[in-house]
């Protein structure tokens, strides 16, 4: 059975629960001027509960435009089973997409507003032309 994609490119980052890193990517994943895309975070750290719900609340404030578009991943929500290893959790995200495209990114990256845009535009550009 196919998957039916709604989003053009999943964004997946690892984190562990730092706060103070997260909230500036996301700031830049709200912010960006292409918008069909949603996003994976996974949250490498056996949490409680009440941890997960606060990490999840605190970065739902955060964000205007993607707050739909946003999947909270952990050991409280799926059988992810936090292991410390960045390969690990990237390759879970992944297998997670269900888009033509994946962008994987660190939780301490800012992006500029038109980054998503202009890497679609070079990608459309690329493609149109001839091969060398």
Do not use: C, H
């Not at 050991?75 to 990237?90: A, E, H, L, T």
């Not at 994987?104 to 890497?119: A, G, H, R, V």
């Amino acid at each position: 059975m196919q998957k039916t994609m709604k989003n053009k490119l999943t964004i997946v980052f690892p984190t562990r629960p730092n706060i103070r890193n997260i909230k500036w990517l996301l700031w830049s994943l709200d912010t960006q001027t292409f918008q069909d895309f949603k996003v994976i975070w996974i949250i490498d750290s056996k949490l409680t509960q009440a941890e997960f719900d606060e990490l999840k609340n605190q970065a739902l404030e955060w964000l205007k435009n993607i707050t739909d578009r946003v999947q909270f991943v952990s050991n409280i929500n799926s059988d992810f089973i936090p292991q410390n290893w960045v390969s690990y959790v990237r390759n879970y995200g992944i297998k997670l997409a269900d888009t033509e495209f994946i962008n994987l990114f660190d939780d301490d990256e800012i992006l500029k507003p038109d980054y998503l845009q202009k890497s679609f535009e070079i990608y459309d550009k690329m493609k149109s032309s001839p091969n060398p």
